[in-house]
């Protein structure tokens, strides 16, 4: 028998959000004011270099360090094997400190918001059908709420031009809480109580790594896990995603937009 979700918790980027084209121009306008003598012009390369290794960033402050990292001929698959080991490379050797890098990228996307937002709106895209699925839920009175590492007025101002209104620390929860996401999931579990019981929770995630930890927390045994095969993640972490454990189920672009009983089959991209 199907028992549906009391809660649906979602990443932002990579699920409902495609920013890659924001992510680079960000990125590489950092790059140009954090560096000395930084090139001046990216090459389609280095932008198409940075949509595929996009997926080893796990906070924005990195992303301007992919930028360099691409820019010096580090190779592709040294990247998408040991980011971890070329990015601390890097900011040893160039003496990065990495809060000042973060500060310095985040006041740029202010400043750019401020004076074009048009502009920085223009560079995102929606995935398919994901915007009507939240208004739909919406409708249906289904609880979800946006779970993830970007800034959350970034993400409100994004679902807001899409005529979704999202409250910070009400069903928004970005950057800014500052802590794992499993630690958020705890306490959402905990705070909102259905009839004296835990709630139900469904989580979607892009990064096989945060759905890891989280099945690595005894107490959040029962959140039913979801790996979005569409996002940010490399054709190693998609492959593996279907054999991490029995808990963590891939599922596709297309049941995301279906019936949420379709959430619990296999994969299906028709």
Not at 28 to 49: E, H, L, M, V
Not at 57 to 80: Q, R, S
Not at 148 to 168: A, P
Request: a negative charge.
């Amino acid at each position: 028998m199907f028992v549906p979700p009391d809660s649906i918790a979602l990443d932002f980027d990579g699920v409902i959000c495609n920013g890659l084209a924001e992510y680079f121009q960000t990125a590489w306008k950092t790059y140009q004011q954090y560096w000395t003598n930084p090139i001046q012009r990216p090459d389609t390369a280095i932008r198409d270099g940075f949509y595929t290794l996009r997926p080893v960033i796990e906070t924005g402050w990195e992303m301007p360090v992919l930028v360099h990292a691409l820019l010096t001929d580090i190779p592709h698959e040294t990247i998408l094997t040991d980011w971890v080991a070329v990015r601390d490379r890097i900011v040893a050797d160039d003496a990065i400190q990495p809060p000042s890098l973060a500060y310095a990228l985040d006041q740029l996307r202010d400043r750019w918001i401020a004076d074009d937002l048009d502009g920085w709106l223009a560079l995102h895209e929606f995935y398919p059908g994901t915007i009507a699925q939240l208004k739909a839920w919406n409708a249906a009175g289904i609880d979800w709420w946006i779970v993830t590492t970007k800034e959350g007025r970034f993400v409100r101002r994004l679902l807001g031009d899409q005529g979704i209104e999202i409250e910070l620390g009400d069903r928004l929860f970005g950057k800014e809480v500052g802590r794992p996401k499993y630690q958020t999931l705890r306490q959402l579990r905990h705070a909102r109580p259905i009839h004296h019981r835990l709630r139900r929770i469904w989580f979607l995630e892009d990064r096989l790594k945060t759905l890891q930890a989280v099945d690595r927390e005894p107490d959040l045994g029962d959140i039913e896990l979801f790996f979005a095969d569409w996002g940010y993640s490399t054709p190693r972490e998609r492959a593996e995603s279907a054999m991490a454990t029995s808990r963590i189920r891939p599922i596709s672009i297309h049941q995301f937009c279906g019936d949420l009983t379709g959430w619990l089959t296999a994969p299906s991209n028709a």
